[in-house]
């Protein structure tokens, strides 16, 4: 019989794809520091962001990388931005493609917000350099 509180397949997939884009140590954390409060957040995000959407084979998680940091810098969510700059080294996607989503963002949706994703972009791969030199 089926337990209705296992994980759904969707949420495997999910976690998995999640995992590879954002890396253990993120998720761990992250999954760490979850509360009853919260935990049904991180279980929607992971079933339907992770499982329904970044699992799909249509784009590939290079593609769906610049998409994403483009997005997440138009509408101003600065920590997200950070966070997804950050997964390129797990995407595939380089420097130049995240410098080209922002000009993008420059063009579509304003030269702020594509000027303070910038800097934010700066200084995680700053962070990144100091990291892999270290």
Request: aromatic share 6%.
């Amino acid at each position: 019989m089926n337990d209705p509180l296992a994980p759904s397949e969707r949420y495997r997939q999910g976690m998995a794809t999640r995992r590879a884009v954002l890396g253990d140590s993120h998720v761990d954390r992250t999954q760490s520091g979850s509360t009853d409060f919260d935990r049904p957040f991180q279980e929607l995000i992971t079933e339907a962001a992770w499982g329904h959407v970044w699992s799909r084979p249509t784009l590939s998680k290079r593609e769906r990388s610049i998409v994403t940091i483009a997005l997440l810098a138009a509408l101003g969510q600065d920590d997200e931005v950070a966070m997804h700059v950050r997964a390129t080294s797990n995407t595939g996607a380089t420097r130049e493609d995240v410098c080209d989503a922002l000009l993008h963002v420059a063009i579509y949706a304003g030269v702020p917000a594509a000027n303070h994703a910038i800097k934010i972009a700066k200084q995680v791969f700053e962070q990144m350099d100091a990291e892999e030199t270290a």
